[in-house]
């Protein structure tokens, strides 16, 4: 019986208002299998019992609807899900001979809200040097949970040691009583280190995704990111002047008299 497997299949992650379908995969012989329950926070949701009249029984469960029609001995569809949904869930098979009971590993399923919008890029020089530091920030659109931010120059993620994360932001918005929030993070790239002459580009992007990175096999819940395009050139030093001071015509000639009067005291000094 050490051969036996059981392993629940659910999405990680559901949109608000969806459906997930939530399934109790294994390797016994179908004949075999006596009793299939599924848990939710370690409380029974639904079980079937083989031979019983009806064979399916159902338990107290909030945050979504059991669909009847679609559930099977080991499969559930769960319609019209809300943040109650959210938890751990479980699947157990039972078999009568020989008796034996599996339960899987817990899969836990978040309840999410999507972004509306892209990420917004702010620039903090209109003009790059080459030999520039890049300077930029980030803040991504509301959503449950935040949105975690990622940076890449030229299609390349950006090491993070030279990123700042400012942390989230509650925007006093909600959907269904959730409260959004938003996501805020800076970067300072230094542009000498792609080797660029003047003349060319550098495309910065700011990718905001809920979770903050995919699992094998898995892509992302919510993806939006923008793209902005920067432009390098040759910044010319700007010339160093000596002060001037400029002198009125009145100015002037007392400035004249002074510079009189002092060589005439010289003259008088040097005579006696």
């Known amino acids: 019986m050490s051969e036996v497997w059981v392993e629940l299949r659910a999405p990680r992650f559901v949109v608000h208002g969806h459906s997930a ?20 926070n370690s409380h029974r949701i639904m079980q079937y019992v083989r031979g019983r009249d009806p064979p399916y029984e159902f338990y107290n469960f909030s945050g979504a609807d059991i669909n009847l029609i679609k559930v099977t001995p080991t499969s559930l569809t769960l319609d019209r899900m809300d943040f109650n949904a959210a938890g751990t869930y479980a699947c157990e098979i039972a078999m ?17 809200v999507r972004q509306k919008h892209r990420p917004k890029i702010k620039i903090r020089q209109e003009k790059l040097s080459p030999n ?32 700042i994360p400012h942390g989230t932001v509650n925007v006093h918005r909600y959907h269904h009583g959730m409260p959004l929030s938003l996501t805020n993070s800076s970067l ?19 990718l905001s995704t809920i979770p903050s990175y995919p699992t094998v096999g898995e892509g992302y819940a919510d993806l939006q990111n923008q793209t902005i395009t920067v432009n390098l050139v ?4 700007s010339p160093t002047q000596l002060p001037v001071k400029i002198l009125s015509s009145e100015e002037n000639q007392s400035e004249r008299l002074k510079i009189y009067n002092y060589l005439i005291f010289i003259m008088i000094c040097i005579i006696y």
């Open 21 to 40: 379908q939530v399934r109790c995969e294994h390797n016994v012989d179908p004949g075999t299998i006596y009793k299939v329950v599924f848990f939710k």
């Open 188 to 206: 300072r790239f230094p542009l000498s280190s792609l080797q660029l002459r003047p003349n060319q580009t550098v495309d910065i992007t700011c």
């Open 132 to 163: 520039g530091d890049l300077e930029a920030t980030c803040h991504s659109s509301a959503a449950y949970p935040a949105p975690h931010l990622t940076w890449l120059v030229n299609n390349v993620k950006v090491d993070e040691r030279l990123t």
């Open 96 to 112: 009568e001979i020989p008796l034996y009971s599996k339960l899987s590993k817990i899969n836990e399923i978040n309840v999410i």
């Open 234 to 237: 040759r910044l010319e030093p």
